[in-house]
C-alpha cells in the first residue's frame, strides 16, 4: 500500500514539474517571439519599402539609398569607368530611390537624334560586349515606369547632367522633356521639395543644368545644381550649401579626388552633421575616383562600403540622400532602416 502511495506520489510529481516545464518553455516562446517583433516591427521588402513612410514625410526628410553614376554597369575600360555590377532594375529592386544619370547626345543609324548614358568618356552599354547597344536614356526610364507601376508606393529621383560639354545643352533638355511629355503623369518637374504622397508612383525630376532656357524655370525640377567638388585639398568642411529655390537649399559632400581615408571622414562628417529637414535635401556621396593619376572605383568602394555597413546609422534620425559605388541590398537596407523607429 504505501508502495502504491509513493509510486502515485511521484508519478504526480513528475507530471507537476513536466507542467511547470511546459508552461516555462512556452512563457520562453513567447518572450523570444515578442523580442524578435521588437527587433524588426517592419518587415518590408526592399521593392516596397516607402510604404511605410508617412506620406506627409517631405522627400528631403527620408533616408534614401542612391547610386552614383547609375548606369555605368558595362563600360570600357571596366577597371576604371565601371561604377554598379547591378542594372538600373536590381537596383531597384534592391532599394535604391535615388539614381545619378550623365546624359549626352548619341544618333541612330537613321541620324536621328537621342539620348544615351555614359560616364565621363565611356560609353554604358547594356551588356558585357563592346559591341552591345549603347543604353537609351528612354529604355532607363521605360524600366523605372514599369517599377513605378507594380510599385505604387515608391518614388524615384532621376538626377540628370549633361557629361559632354560640346553637347548643345537646348537639344539634351528638348529631347528628355519629349520623353517626359509622353507621359506627364509619371513626373513631377517642380522645383519644390515635395511630400512623399505628393510623389508616389512618381519619377522626381531633379537637374543639374546651369542653364533651362530651352525648358523654362517653372518645369526644371528640383534645382541640384553645386560648385564641383574636384580638389584633392582636404577641407575643414567638406559639404557645400547651395540655395535650390528662395527658400529651399541643397547640401553636399562629393569630394571625388579623395583618397579613401580621406573620402571616409568626409562621409561621416556628413553624416553627423547632416542639416536634411524639410527645407533642406543633402546628397552624400560615399563614391571617390582616387586621388592618384588612375582610379579603380572598385577597389575604393569595397573599403567605403565595408565602413558604411560597419557604421552605426541611427533609427529615426534623417541622413538624406546616401550614394554609393557597388550598391548592393544590404546596403540599401542599411540606409533605409533608418526612417523606421
Known amino acids: 500500500m504505501k508502495r502504491k502511495n509513493v509510486f502515485h506520489l511521484k508519478k504526480a510529481a513528475i507530471s507537476a514539474v513536466l507542467a511547470i516545464s511546459m508552461m516555462f518553455a512556452t512563457i520562453s516562446t513567447i518572450t523570444v517571439r515578442a523580442e524578435s517583433a521588437e527587433e524588426d516591427p517592419y518587415d518590408v521588402e526592399s521593392t516596397d519599402w516607402m510604404s511605410m513612410v508617412p506620406g ?13 553614376d547609375s548606369a555605368a554597369q558595362y563600360v570600357f575600360p571596366g577597371y576604371f569607368m565601371k561604377c554598379q555590377d547591378t542594372s538600373i532594375e ?11 544619370m550623365r546624359l549626352v547626345l548619341g544618333q541612330d543609324g537613321e541620324d536621328k537624334p537621342y539620348l544615351k548614358l555614359k560616364h565621363n568618356f565611356a560609353n554604358c552599354r547594356t551588356g558585357k560586349s563592346l559591341f552591345s547597344d549603347a543604353m537609351k536614356v528612354d529604355d532607363v526610364i521605360d524600366t523605372m ?6 510599385h505604387p508606393t515608391e518614388t524615384i529621383i532621376f538626377t540628370c547632367k549633361a557629361e559632354d560639354s560640346d553637347d548643345d545643352i537646348a537639344s539634351i533638355q528638348n529631347l528628355l522633356y519629349e520623353k517626359i511629355d509622353g507621359n506627364p503623369t509619371m513626373w513631377y518637374t517642380v522645383n519644390e521639395i515635395p511630400t512623399l504622397d505628393d510623389v508616389r ?8 543644368f546651369e542653364d533651362v532656357n530651352a525648358v523654362g524655370e517653372t518645369r526644371r525640377g528640383l534645382n541640384f545644381q553645386w560648385t564641383e567638388q574636384n580638389s584633392k585639398e582636404i577641407v575643414d568642411i567638406p559639404y557645400v550649401n547651395s540655395m535650390m529655390n528662395d527658400t529651399q537649399q541643397l547640401w553636399v559632400q562629393d569630394r571625388f579626388k579623395y583618397n579613401t581615408e580621406s573620402k571616409w571622414e568626409a562621409v561621416v562628417d556628413d553624416m553627423e552633421n547632416c542639416q536634411a529637414d524639410d527645407d533642406t535635401f543633402s546628397l552624400n556621396f560615399t563614391s571617390t575616383a582616387g586621388s592618384g593619376w588612375l582610379s579603380h572605383p572598385e577597389g575604393y568602394a569595397k573599403y567605403i562600403n565595408q565602413q558604411l555597413l560597419d557604421y552605426d546609422m541611427q533609427t529615426g534620425v534623417c541622413y538624406g540622400v546616401v550614394i554609393v559605388d557597388f550598391g548592393t541590398e544590404e546596403i540599401a537596407k542599411h540606409i533605409y532602416e533608418t526612417n523606421f523607429y
Request: no cysteine; net charge negative; glycine share 8%.
Open 90 to 100: 536590381e537596383q531597384l529592386e534592391n532599394g535604391y530611390r535615388y539614381f545619378d
Open 201 to 208: 508612383g512618381k519619377i522626381v525630376l531633379a537637374t543639374r
Open 145 to 150: 515606369y514599369d517599377f513605378l507601376m507594380e
Open 56 to 68: 506627409d514625410t517631405a522627400l528631403s526628410s527620408i533616408s534614401i539609398p542612391g547610386t552614383h
